[in-house]
């Protein structure tokens, strides 16, 4: 270290590690949202283009009468072809004359943004972080670009849209971007530092060669660890994230999917703690250690069959008919029997069962029967697997409560009155037994839906 040259490459390593970073944080991503608005505005302004030309087609001034059916149609089409998470349409005075969110109609916004920017005729756009708060002071869940294009009649402002784009993905890819380029210029500084180790080395004796290998040792052991543990948490991550992809995909058709599906494995986790702590499965269940995070993960694939049914009966307002009926039940046998093919090739893998295994069992026999009436195999009382029955009570509960094309929402008491009128007929008794303890928590659990 008495060495001015030595010194001088230790600084100047230093010195790259910390800046190099440093000016990909403050410099490179900054450029890398600037663009991504960019982009996100160009949509914006396209798609407020095509549909202002719905609105103002027939009249000078926008109102709730310039939103006809035509254009809802038209708006819905806009809005899945340019990927948009929410829009909003706002008059001359600010009212909010229409939304995806219905709750915002007829707010008024009187923000100075709106009315210094906007309603002059100029576009406003805002990124919005998650947990950030949006321009109208909405805390959001997402990354969201939100961009405000006004309506313009000459120099005559008529109404503005709010172009909501969820930029979650995107920003992912760029904050991705960013970590590969900072490894670079770790990367980059490792190299020099490591000449400068060699010249140091040339210069030193053996102890001071033996300290520093020693050092490095525990360093690399250290750094390895972490790695270890952040790959391990990026499979699982990838994995409920995948998962959660393909299940939704068996009802695309539905907008409240992603609910659905959270709902479904909340009611599962309260059954399943009160099944681990109170039951007659007690002891089954404190000898699978892993069953609880394997059933909620293989819950989300209960309804992954009907992938393979038709849209059109899936989504048929009234009765089915028998035909179309036997058509559905098909879903069970087809997730079962791609299930089980997943989880052989992880059994081949790894020489043990995997999450699938479960799934697989919920997928072909969640629309069991207690008493033995109910389909893909006329299985009856404990023949069906318990992870299938839990989850067969939880699927009906909140279909019950849910919206669909051929029926209203149930409230929570109709819904557990149906319940207990299939006990020990659709649902196991024991189940249904404890369901009714947790009868409150599910009400809480379904009443929190959007």
């Known amino acids: 270290m008495r060495s001015p040259l030595l010194r001088s490459l230790l600084l100047m390593c230093f010195a790259l590690s910390i800046l190099l970073p440093t000016y990909s944080s403050l410099f490179i991503m900054p450029k890398l949202v600037d663009q991504l608005m960019s982009n996100v505005e160009n949509d914006a302004l396209r798609t407020a283009r095509h549909l202002s030309e719905q609105l103002l087609n027939k009249s000078e001034r926008i109102s709730r009468e310039s939103i006809t059916d035509n254009f809802i149609s038209e708006l819905s089409k806009s809005i899945t072809d340019f990927e948009i998470a929410d829009i909003k349409i706002f008059s001359a005075n600010g009212e909010v004359i229409y939304s995806t969110k219905r709750l915002d109609i007829g707010k008024l916004n009187k923000n100075a943004y709106f009315w210094e920017k906007v309603a002059k005729g100029m576009t406003y756009s805002k990124f919005v972080p998650k947990k950030g708060k949006s321009a109208e002071g909405v805390t ?18 008529q109404g503005a849209f709010e172009i909501y ?14 970590f590969r380029s900072s490894v670079l210029f770790y990367f980059i500084a490792f190299i020099v530092l490591s000449f400068s180790v060699i010249a140091l080395w040339k210069a030193s004796s053996a102890i001071i060669l033996r300290n520093r290998a020693e050092i490095e040792l525990q360093e690399f052991n250290h ?6 543990v952040e790959q391990t948490h990026e499979i699982i991550v ?26 479904i494995r909340h009611y599962t986790m309260l059954l399943l703690e009160k099944l681990i702590n109170n039951s007659a499965y007690t002891v089954y269940l404190s000898e699978r250690p892993g069953y609880l995070a394997d059933l909620q993960l293989a819950s989300l694939l209960h309804d992954i069959g009907k992938t393979a049914i038709s849209k059109d009966i899936l989504t048929k307002p009234s009765k089915l008919t028998p035909e179309e009926f036997e058509h559905v039940k098909l879903h069970t046998v087809i997730a079962g029997d791609v299930l089980f093919k997943a989880n052989k090739l992880f059994i081949e893998s790894f020489g043990k069962d995997s999450y699938l295994a479960l799934a697989r069992d919920i997928a072909t026999h969640h629309h069991e029967r207690w008493d033995g009436r109910g389909y893909p195999h006329g299985l009856s009382g404990e023949k069906i697997p318990l992870s299938a029955r839990i989850i067969a009570l939880v699927d009906v509960y909140d279909a019950l409560r849910s919206k669909r094309p051929y029926k209203k929402a149930w409230c929570h008491e109709d819904a557990v ?16 037994d404890l369901f009714m303890e947790l009868s409150e928590e599910f009400e809480k659990a379904s009443s929190s839906r959007a």
Do not use: C, W
């Open 238 to 263: 990838t994995q409920r994230i995948s998962i959660e992809a393909l299940a939704g995909l068996a009802e695309y058709y539905d907008s409240n999917t992603g609910e659905h599906l959270v709902r």
């Open 223 to 228: 750094s390895l660890e972490r790695r270890i």
């Open 417 to 432: 009155a149906e319940i207990i009128r299939e006990r020990g007929k659709q649902f196991d008794p024991g189940i249904v």
């Open 165 to 178: 784009y969820d930029v979650t993905d995107s920003k992912q890819s760029l904050n991705q971007l960013l």
């Open 140 to 157: 959001l869940t997402r990354d969201v670009a939100e961009v405000y294009i006004p309506l313009m009649t000459g120099n005559s402002f």
